[in-house]
């Protein structure tokens, strides 16, 4: 009963306003496709408001580390005997970031690349697409140290077919985005966390509290890599 009414609360939370659904409807009737509701960092973290004003700014913030502004992909596939705990737990290790008006994606243990590719439909992205051909080629090194330096150059960012792929992306309306997301494994087996997911997505609204609508879509996973220390 816990675990339900905790997922009902966080899932209202961030669910997309419903008018969002009735528009997309035909879309996430597709695989793997989804809308999610994403909210900008305001210092809202769960268990750390202390004060009055935080509690005034904070008061509706979603339940979970980083209050909405953190987000993965993964979320969507938990399998069914995953505890809340873990659930909870999880939310933090998100790769996805919405904060100071950007996208910044990929942790200590997920390595993210991402690009705005301009007001394309979401629809016409494919794995085929120019926009997505370097995320397709690129080799994630083999151990932690050469990961941390490749993750240097990507910081950086590196342009390719005309486009500019790097840890992080302004976060604007109407505009899509590809992204490849490696959750590296530290053991000799893979976890349903420890993929290698290609995804699309589209800021198709943004609420009056600076929250987006985030439409998206899988275009292929498999399984993450084996990282050695």
Not at 73 to 87: H, W
Not at 143 to 150: F, N, P, T
Not at 204 to 221: C, F, H, P, T, Y
């Amino acid at each position: 009963m816990e675990k339900r009414k905790t997922l009902e609360e966080i899932n209202r939370l961030l669910s997309a306003p419903p008018e969002f659904r009735v528009r997309y409807a035909e879309f996430l009737k597709g695989k793997n496709t989804g809308l999610v509701r994403v909210f900008p960092d305001r210092g809202c973290d769960e268990g750390l408001v202390v004060n009055v004003e935080e509690l005034e700014r904070c008061g509706e913030a979603v339940p979970v580390k980083g209050a909405g502004s953190l987000f993965s992909f993964r979320l969507n596939k938990l399998p069914d005997r995953v505890s809340v705990d873990l659930i909870l737990y999880l939310f933090g290790q998100s790769d996805i970031h919405f904060i100071d008006g950007k996208f910044v994606v990929g942790t200590q243990s997920i390595q993210d690349i991402i690009a705005d590719i301009g007001e394309v439909e979401l629809a016409d992205v494919t794995l085929r697409s120019e926009s997505v051909k370097f995320l397709k080629s690129f080799k994630p090194a083999k151990s932690r140290a050469k990961v941390e330096l490749q993750n240097q150059t990507l910081v950086g960012g590196i342009s390719e077919n005309g486009y500019f792929y790097s840890t992080s992306a302004a976060v604007r309306l109407n505009r899509t985005y590809v992204m490849r997301s490696i959750a590296f494994s530290n053991h000799q087996y893979n976890s349903f966390w420890n993929t290698d997911v290609l995804t699309a997505f589209r800021v198709v609204g943004q609420e009056n509290d600076g929250s987006v609508v985030i439409l998206w879509k899988e275009l292929r996973e498999s399984t993450a890599p084996y990282l050695k220390q």
